[in-house]
């Protein structure tokens, strides 16, 4: 089992940045592959980025590519989202998640773990 619980959203101004955080508990997180979906009022949820167990492999959606970077620290089993140059566009409910492969988080667009929600605010 896996649990996970975000942390970092907010308000920001667009071109802004932030910082989100997973923090990940169970002996065997690091060798889940994590990401990370949005999901903007009246819409499906929808795959940002993922990472391999130890980093070495993501993916992005092409709507956040070369804007947003993921990247994990297992010592510390926490996952994070690094997202600048925020837009207005982005303003959504951002979840972490968990699984046992990165084709099922980048491909099938599902997990097998997922955290409660953060919510990320952009304004004009």
């Known amino acids: 089992q896996v649990q996970l619980v ?28 994590t990401g990370w979906f949005r999901q903007a009022p009246g819409k499906d949820r929808d795959f940002l980025a993922a990472t391999s167990w130890n980093g070495g492999i ?3 959606a092409d709507s956040v590519k070369g804007r947003f970077s993921i990247s994990r620290d297992n010592a510390k089993n926490t996952v994070y989202l690094q997202m600048n140059s925020l837009k207005p566009e982005d303003t959504a409910v951002y979840y972490c998640a968990a699984a046992f492969s990165t084709n099922k988080l980048a491909t099938l667009g ?15």
Do not use: I, K
């Open 6 to 33: 975000e942390s970092g959203g907010g308000l920001v101004q667009a071109g802004g940045s932030l910082r989100l955080s997973c923090a990940a508990s169970g002996r065997t997180f690091s060798t889940y592959a």
């Open 58 to 60: 993501t993916y992005y």
């Open 110 to 124: 599902t997990a097998d773990y997922w955290g409660q929600g953060t919510q990320v605010t952009v304004s004009s």
